[in-house]
DNA sequence: GCCGAACCGTAACGTACGGTACGGCACCGA
DNA sequence: TCGGTGCCGTACCGTACGTTACGGTTCGGC
């Protein structure tokens, strides 16, 4: 189950008018949900249908070319995992999940990955790996160098990164993203957002920080 | 044109033939996503869409209804909290992340969550709520008394059975349901389910239960 | 046996929407 | 000035599907 990335690089051959267009689709997932025609997208973007397929082929192409022109913008810095002490790796455990608790709530992420579960549904084309693959999986690799530096440093103790990782990101997300997708009012206050960070990073340490008087108990 | 819409608890009001619409309707589902048609159900359920408009008013309310009866044939037995020793405490949590993860993995779940999802977005009824509140919350419903009965007997400490639960819910799922819901080809064995149950109650116990030599120690 | 109700199967209608064609306009190099 | 290109706006086509209508069949009650 690897997910082939769908080449990125598509991203830099947009002309500025082609991103133009691919936002103003993007305004209209999120105001209108999946039932966007590409009438409304034409007439939202100021272009004509013609336009539309003679660039992104058909329906399911300018759907593709949207969610990934949203993923190109997301891209965000890698964090080094240099600096390592108790207090820097705390502080970026919770950068990273308050950073991540901000993406799955905001509305964006919830139109993009609305659409992308339901053509998941309706298995066409891989619009749902496209979101797995800038969302979680992106998540996992920006997050793992930092969990692997920590280990090494002697203040994390797992065996498995991947094991790690999902297991921060279920206290991080517990109930939070797919209360969101299926409608549930669950209003995120920044307050909230950042005190849910503080929490699952404190959780996190708790089941993966190295004991500091001895080696790892396990049981 | 007066549908009145079909209310819960009607899930009893419905004859053997109505219910065997609804699982051809629910199977259809399963198989098809949402892009099943009424005449596909008619000619499944092997009846006319006159009829299936008449019990139903119109495609809103045969999803509706499907769900809802797909909710009301998942009703599990409540769980007592009675004979509260840590064995047996331990036991529960690995009953109910089993379960859990039973659920949220099987075909049915998936598809009733995909079709959810897609009507939340565009949002006309309340789908989203019903598959909610059969679902995250009716396992809340099970599991916090468990949780109280725990504390009660003092092997866990927590402060709000909300919060343990949904750090709870965060450990046994993780990433699991939104890969699944994205299409991710996710295979989960039984042994692998039953392991990632037991990880899941001994992180919830390292997290919540009680110290035995000393009262709460927080930092 | 007869009637009406319920229901099946299917044909038909209306509309929404994906996709295409075409006329017109602006720009550009020659 | 002129042909060519790219794009806008819009009319148009074909189809899928929700919804309705209707003839035919079964069945319970009298």
Redesign the interface.
């Known amino acids: 189950?690897l997910?082939s990335v769908p080449d990125i690089e598509t991203a830099e051959a947009l002309t500025e008018r082609q991103k133009a267009v691919l936002d103003a689709a993007l305004r209209l997932l999120v105001e209108?949900?999946?039932?966007l025609t590409m009438t409304a997208v034409a007439r939202r973007a100021s272009c004509s249908k013609e336009t539309l397929y003679k660039w992104f082929g058909d329906r399911d192409g300018l759907l593709t070319a949207t969610v990934q022109w949203q993923a190109s913008k997301v891209r965000v810095a890698p964090v080094d995992g240099k600096g390592l002490d108790i207090a820097s790796l705390t502080a970026s455990l919770e950068r990273f999940a308050s950073d991540w608790l901000r993406v799955i709530s905001s509305d964006t992420s919830i139109?993009l990955?609305?659409?992308?579960?339901?053509?998941?549904?309706?298995?066409k084309d891989?619009l749902?790996?496209v979101?797995?693959d800038n969302g979680?999986f992106a998540l996992a690799k920006r997050l793992k160098p930092v969990l692997e530096a920590g280990r090494q440093s002697g203040l994390l103790d797992f065996a498995d990164a991947e094991m790690a990782f999902?297991?921060f990101?279920?206290?991080?997300?517990?109930?939070v993203?797919?209360?969101l997708?299926?409608?549930?009012r669950l209003e995120l206050t920044e307050a909230t957002i950042d005190g849910d960070a503080v929490r699952a990073a404190q959780?996190f340490l708790?089941?993966f920080g190295a004991k500091p008087g001895r080696e790892a108990s396990e049981?």
Chains 1, 2 share one sequence.
């Open positions: 189950m997910h209108e949900g999946d039932q139109a990955n609305r659409v992308a579960v339901g053509h998941a549904g309706s298995g891989n749902g790996a979101v797995l979680r999902r297991t990101f279920g206290l991080v997300a517990r109930d993203q797919i209360r997708l299926l409608g549930d959780q708790a089941l049981s």
